[in-house]
């Protein structure tokens, strides 16, 4: 084989490289457009729940939720009416045991952004509803006699939406 036959076919051969490769990449290019095209998720994400587990102490549900009905709703209600939070619940539940909650103070908020962002100022309008910082240690002090606060959960809601027909 002469020097241009060989100078000839490597051309070829770059071509015929070229051109695979161009037509893998384009091959690979569509079915991952198709394959994102056709992942339809029926759901989306919702808003953000702050979620307090508490344990009323036996034959204390009438002071614990005498202090949720006054003072921890009017938080509530003046963090609502600044906007930092969508809406709060409360959920009564029996307990399974003796170290088991059975209730549950939910707050609702956009998005987590939302809540690391307002986080100062709902602690400011707290301090400022309870009288500062003595007397909210002083609240939760006097509290412990009757409920126990057994943990906390941060959760995203799930929206559900309906599968569309192809």
Do not use: C
């Amino acid at each position: 084989m002469d020097g241009s036959h060989a100078v000839l076919k490597e051309a070829v051969m770059r071509k015929l490289m070229f051109a695979a490769i161009t037509l893998v990449a384009l091959t690979v290019g569509y079915v991952a457009r198709a394959q994102v095209q056709s992942v339809q998720r029926p759901y989306h994400p919702g808003s953000v729940w702050t979620m307090g587990f508490i344990r009323v102490e036996p034959g204390m549900d009438t002071a614990y939720l005498g202090f949720v009905a006054s003072e921890w709703k009017r938080l509530s209600e003046a963090l609502k009416k600044e906007g930092l939070i969508l809406s709060y619940k409360v959920l009564q539940t029996e307990g399974h045991g003796p170290d088991d909650w059975n209730l549950i103070l939910m707050t609702e908020v956009k998005d987590l952004a939302t809540l690391e962002a307002t986080e100062q100022r709902a602690e400011a309008i707290a301090n400022q509803l309870e009288g500062g910082d003595a007397k909210v240690q002083q609240g939760y002090t006097d509290r412990l006699k009757i409920r126990r606060v057994v943990g906390s959960r941060l959760a995203r809601e799930i929206v559900l939406t309906p599968r569309t027909a192809k």
